[in-house]
């Protein structure tokens, strides 16, 4: 059984790497070239998925156009949400209903 298990593992990862390095751009990739990461992936069955996902591309955290990613942020914890919800206080204008304070 855990031999079925590992099989099962190695080959999603191997699918995982296949997969990333089909759909990864020619210019994003390092150390080797596209065909040869794949004939490494397929040749070397574990070892060669791994090295994909260490070597193979550079991940970097940002996002779309090398610009940070903002994290999402509840309303309730975004300050600006919470500071557009704050009515604007006008110190020149009276009080409705009441009489101007003398």
Do not use: H
């Not at 794949?38 to 610009?67: H, K, T």
């Amino acid at each position: 059984m855990s031999r079925v298990i590992l099989t099962l593992i190695v080959v999603g990862v191997m699918i995982y790497a296949v997969i990333d390095c089909l759909r990864t751009n020619d210019e994003d990739i390092r150390a080797l070239p596209k065909p040869l990461w794949l004939l490494a992936i397929i040749a070397l069955p574990l070892v060669g998925a791994l090295m994909w996902i260490w070597l193979g591309i550079e991940r970097d955290q940002s996002g779309p156009g090398g610009r940070p990613q903002r994290r999402v942020v509840a309303p309730d914890d975004d300050p600006d949400f919470l500071r557009s919800l704050d009515p604007p206080r006008n110190p020149q204008k009276p009080p409705p209903g009441g009489t101007e304070p003398a």
